[in-house]
T-cell receptor
Framework: AAGVIQSPRHLIKEKRETATLKCYPI?????VYWYQQGPGQDPQFLIS???????DKGSIPDRFSAQQFSDYHSELNMSSLELGDSALYFC????????????FGSGTRLTVV | AQKVTQAQTEISVVEKEDVTLDCVYE???????LFWYKQPPSGELVFLIR??????QNEISGRYSWNFQKSTSSFNFTITASQVVDSAVYFC???????????????FGRGTSLIVHP
């Protein structure tokens, strides 16, 4: 079965650079979520989209932005990167209503040096 | 507000032992969902189970079993006859019915690191 695809798997950036993370949800899933997991931490909710519109916002810094495109894939754009942004970034998708639960991608490991 | 507490930071057992991972949640909603995820050393989050607040029936899946008790707001996870491959961080998560126009957003506990020794 198709899963949530995230790219790239690993990314190394320097401070103050920008990064773009991509997420391709499971086909027919209409909701996408982004999470940030710091070392030894639990995943923290950043932002979600339902039918290409932002539906909820969590602890996403102003330096970050995200969108969901017409093909339902989503991108998380991160600017002015800081060392503290080094984390595992997960994308998850679901069908609205939690009927199918949340399926997470394998994550993008971002390292800021 | 919602909150998930996994009081056990790390559990260490020897293979073939049974182990229970605790999860206590707080919510004012009557409609909510509970989840368990496994995060092996490779980092991905693997879905294990989803339970809605109206279904208190316990579930068994192979060596895994879950005990949902609304009276104590707990959703504990037991691994029977643990194996080295069970070594991972296990997260309990809760999502509540959204406000109008919103989505169900899972909130995770801090996770329990399970180490199974051979």
């Amino acid at each position: 079965a198709a899963g949530v695809i995230q790219s790239p798997r690993h990314l190394i950036k320097e401070k103050r650079e920008t990064a773009t993370l991509k997420c391709y949800p499971i086909p027919r899933h209409d909701t996408v979520y982004w999470y940030q997991q710091g070392p030894g931490q639990d995943p923290q909710f950043l932002i979600s989209f339902y039918e290409k519109m932002q539906s909820d916002k969590g602890s996403i810094p102003d330096r970050f932005s995200a969108q969901q495109f017409s093909d339902y894939h989503s991108e998380l754009n991160m600017s002015s990167l800081e060392l503290g942004d080094s984390a595992l970034y997960f994308c998850a998708s679901s069908l609205e209503g939690v009927g199918t639960g949340y399926t997470f991608g394998s994550g993008t490991r971002l390292t800021v040096v | 507000a919602q909150k998930v507490t996994q009081a056990q930071t790390e559990i260490s057992v020897v293979e073939k032992e049974d182990v229970t991972l605790d999860c206590v949640y707080e919510t004012r909603d009557t409609t909510y969902y509970l989840f368990w995820y496994k995060q092996p050393p490779s980092g991905e989050l693997v879905f294990l189970i989803r339970r809605n607040s109206f279904d208190e029936q316990n579930e068994i899946s192979g060596r895994y079993s879950w005990n949902f008790q609304k009276s104590t707001s707990s959703f504990n996870f037991t691994i029977t006859a643990s194996q080295v491959v069970d070594s991972a961080v296990y997260f309990c998560a809760l999502s509540e019915a959204p406000a109008s126009g919103g989505s169900y957003i899972p909130t995770f506990g801090r996770g329990t690191s399970l180490i199974v020794h051979p």
